[in-house]
């Protein structure tokens, strides 16, 4: 079975730090492009970040500089580490597969996600 | 970056009529070279995480029912469902992944009238 599993979640005062990870199984997962998109309870889906199959790496201005991604082929991991949290970062944290790796293409395979909580 | 951006915000379909959702984008997400709009729909039920229904604008993801239907071109794009059911009952977005970063309408809530 496909499947993404999502850990390191939890509660983290601001400017503290957290690295999420993503354990990946059923398919080949150093050929795919994968993601990070969270929301905000009763929010709408924001786009994280990407890293494709030859490491290059992307992010979007609100977190450029503070969050990172990585993966490991050989232990079918994806990782986000984030530092610098802020309130606005508080979010359900859900990793996803891009559906090919030739060019951007939809996200077809989503895990359960892993809860972040910035607070004091 | 690309803001999409859906109608209605929320939607009360009876059970076997048709619903229609709405996305348009700030800028074309057609990419003239493969003549390919570049535009996803998703599904997201309470307590679940999205699921991919519609890639290519038009293009039905593995075992997503015949009743779910995408359209559109360009910057303006339908999600079509042809006959309620009752587990249809979600939250129904939009994705541009045209250029980085992917963005996402706001969200179309569905329910049954």
């Known amino acids: 079975e496909v499947q993404l599993v999502e850990s390191g979640g939890g509660l983290v005062q601001p400017g503290g730090s957290l690295r999420l990870s993503c354990a990946a199984s059923?398919?080949?997962?150093?050929?795919?492009?994968m993601h990070w998109v969270r929301q905000s309870t009763g929010k709408g889906l924001e786009w994280v970040s990407a890293?494709?199959?030859?490491?290059?790496?992307y992010y979007p201005d609100s977190v450029k500089g503070r969050f990172t991604i990585s993966r490991e082929n050989a232990r079918n991991s994806l990782y986000l580490q984030m530092n610098s949290l802020r309130a606005e970062d508080t979010a359900v944290y859900y990793c996803?597969?891009?559906?090919?790796?030739?060019?951007?293409?939809?996200?077809?395979?989503w895990g359960q996600g892993t809860m972040v909580t910035v607070s004091s | 970056d690309i803001v999409m951006t859906q109608s209605p915000d929320s939607l009360a379909v009876s059970l076997g009529e048709r619903a229609t959702i709405n996305c348009k984008s700030s800028?074309?997400?057609?990419?003239?070279?493969?003549?390919?709009?570049?535009l996803a729909w998703y599904q997201q039920k309470p307590g679940q995480p999205p699921r991919l229904l519609i890639y290519?604008?038009?293009t039905r993801e593995s075992g997503v029912p015949d009743r779910f239907s995408g359209s559109g071109s360009g910057t303006d794009f339908t999600l079509s469902i042809s006959s309620l059911q009752a587990e249809d009952v979600a939250l129904y977005y939009c994705?541009?992944?045209?250029?980085?970063?992917?963005?996402f309408g706001q969200g179309t809530k569905l329910e049954i009238k």
């Open positions: 996803a597969r891009e559906r090919n790796s030739y060019g951007l293409d939809a996200l077809d395979i």
């Open positions: 059923g398919f080949t997962f150093s050929s795919y492009d």
């Open positions: 890293i494709d199959t030859s490491g290059d790496t």
């Open positions: 800028q074309s997400v057609l990419y003239s070279s493969n003549n390919k709009n570049y």
């Open positions: 290519w604008a038009s």
């Open positions: 994705q541009q992944y045209y250029s980085l970063p992917c963005t």
